[in-house]
């Protein structure tokens, strides 16, 4: 008997499509949507594999097994994507076209086999993703932003801005979410910079977690929003939920795009706005990426210490001065010297988290923001990551280190009850 080898894939695809026709004629799609997921699947997979075993084609009893599985993710799933969302290991998915997919595993990318039949079946996947949470993407709107039943992130973007075809990007949302021991364990970061940290989270101070694409940014804000008391009112805002608060006392907010006519967004500004009124003790924001940024130092120093927030940047100095350009997104006309006071007064700390070249994330700078001098935001360094270089496998090597410099903030957390022990600040670490 013939296998998946030898018949041809158009072959393959062609009697794919057609089983798939002719199995939704013949279900009873209203009443399967009042049944539960899993009886649903199994009535549709007994129904798929009769179809199957009652058709003339050459292939054996396991391709037969795949052709039901690919069948049954068609109707239920994401097809071709399904087994991809089903593997622990892949971080990230992206479809460049229809015949190439990528996926990112370890932080390294690599190209799967697997395709789609052509970009109306990858259009229908991408259309079957965003209709889900009530959006759309078509020619006059042809980039949108979703995220999947798991909370995994979502971007898709279709011709004419995209030339080869329509083009997908799926962050994946863990199902486990990764702890402090996960990232000590991953030489992420070590147990003195932990120490510190969620220090710096019990005491209120405010942090921006700064790092490019795919640095770890909302890893890192998760586990150390871990550490804020269980007491205490916590509101998240966010593009797309991502964050995995355990606290109790918690409540999630979420921007919205416009709608068919181009009505109803509610931007970021606005609900970073909205929680002020929310008596709130942490505000977490998911990410800064323009005006909003103004409101988030305003909430820093008026009372709302302790809030969290990411920014892109590639340096807790780039981080500070992006900032201070999104502030000046607000059109408020506020002098140059009164943002960067503002942001010197309001900011305690930067952590910075990079994606090295193996694929490894590090936290490679903890900073205090000390001041301001002569207009210009005075930052030092705490610890830091030194790379000393890559052995034969490509693994970076280096060494975490104190810069045996006590921040200026000690004394403040040790009054908040969170006292820092002096050798703390003399550690060091070779990876």
Do not use: W
């Not at 120093?301 to 590639?314: D, P």
Request: glycine share 6%; net charge neutral; hydrophobic share 40%.
């Amino acid at each position: 008997m013939a296998n998946l080898q030898t018949f041809e894939r158009g072959d393959y695809q062609q009697v794919k499509s057609d089983l798939h026709r002719k199995i939704l004629d013949r279900l009873d799609l209203e009443k399967l949507g009042r049944t539960t997921s899993d009886s649903a699947r199994d009535e549709v997979l007994v129904l798929i594999r009769s179809s199957i075993n009652s058709e003339a084609v050459p292939l054996s009893f396991t391709e037969r097994e795949q052709l039901s599985r690919e069948i049954l993710d068609e109707i239920f799933g994401l097809g071709p994507l399904e087994p991809l969302l089903k593997d622990p290991t892949v971080s990230d998915i992206l479809v460049n076209r229809f015949d190439r997919v990528y996926v990112e595993r370890g932080g390294k990318l690599e190209i799967t086999g697997l395709k789609f039949k052509d970009n109306q079946h990858l259009m229908q996947i991408i259309d079957r993703i965003v209709s889900r949470i009530g959006r759309r993407v078509d020619e006059s709107s042809p980039m949108v932003d979703a995220r999947l039943q798991d909370g995994s992130r979502v971007n898709a973007i279709i011709p004419p801005l995209a030339l080869d075809g329509a083009c997908l990007s799926i962050r994946r949302f863990g199902r486990d979410p990764i702890t402090a021991r996960n990232m000590l364990d991953n030489r992420s970061l070590t147990e003195p910079m932990l120490e510190l940290l969620s220090a710096m989270v019990k005491g209120r101070l405010n942090l921006i977690i700064s790092g490019g694409t795919g640095a770890g940014k909302t890893t890192v804000l998760n586990v150390l929003s871990g550490y804020i008391p269980n007491s205490e009112r916590i509101v998240t805002i966010e593009d797309a939920a991502e964050l995995q608060l355990k606290q109790e006392h918690i409540v999630r907010l979420e921007t919205r795009p416009p709608n068919i006519e181009g009505k109803g967004s509610v931007r970021m500004r606005q609900l970073v706005i909205n929680s002020l009124r929310m008596r709130p003790d942490r505000i977490v924001v998911g990410e800064v990426r323009g005006e909003e940024a103004f409101d988030m130092l305003q909430a820093m120093n008026t009372g709302h210490e302790g809030s969290l927030t990411t920014v892109h940047a590639n340096s807790p100095r780039d981080a500070l001065a992006r900032i201070e350009n999104m502030v000046s997104m607000a059109n408020l006309n506020i002098p140059e010297r009164a943002i960067r006071h503002q942001i010197a007064n309001a900011v305690h700390a930067v952590v910075q988290v990079a994606r090295l070249s193996d694929g490894t994330r590090k936290i490679i700078t903890v900073s205090e923001v000390t001041g301001i001098v002569d207009d210009m935001i005075i930052l030092q360094d705490i610890f830091i990551f030194e790379r000393s270089g890559v052995d034969e496998s490509g693994k970076v090597r280096g060494v975490f280190r104190s810069t045996g410099v006590a921040p200026h903030f000690a004394e403040r957390l040790a009054t908040a009850g969170c006292r820092l022990s002096p050798a703390l600040f003399e550690s060091r670490m070779e990876v």
